[in-house]
Nanobody
Framework: QLQLVESGGGLVQPGGSLRLSCVAS????????IGWFRQAPGKEREGVSC???????YYADSVKGRFTISRDNAKNTVYLQMNSLKSEAAAVYYC???????????????????WGQGTQVTVSS
């Protein structure tokens, strides 16, 4: 069974850092683009970042320079390092996947097929 499982969420103070993990089971990430999305209460799910199967990376303007997406195919895991967190970053974070050998990816919900259950990130002092 193909699954994506997020972890690493929690409570962090404004200006702090967190690293989220997205672990795949039932398939290997090597030929998959993976994206990170977030959804705050009362808001639509928005794209944060994605990494293509060829390791090209893309970021939403709101997180550029502060978030870094990376993958470790040996661990079947994609990471999202989040630095200088702001209060508006508080949300449930989801990872999503799509099997593709194309060199790019799109930070859009319709691009991805498989979704994890999410991990909560709270930014508060």
């Amino acid at each position: 069974q193909l699954q994506l499982v997020e972890s690493g969420g929690g409570l962090v103070q404004p200006g702090g850092s967190l690293r989220l993990s997205c672990v795949a089971s039932g398939f290997t990430l090597e030929n998959y683009a993976i994206g990170w999305f977030r959804q705050a209460p009362g808001k639509e799910r928005e794209g944060v970042s994605c990494i293509s199967s060829t390791n090209n990376t893309y970021y939403a303007d709101s997180v550029k320079g502060r978030f870094t997406i990376s993958r470790d195919n040996a661990k079947n895991t994609v990471y999202l390092q989040m630095n200088s967190l702001k209060s508006e970053a508080a949300a449930v974070y989801y990872c999503a996947g799509r099997r593709t050998v194309q060199p790019g990816c799109i930070i859009g919900r319709s691009f991805f097929i498989y979704w994890g259950q999410g991990t909560q990130v709270t930014v508060s002092s």
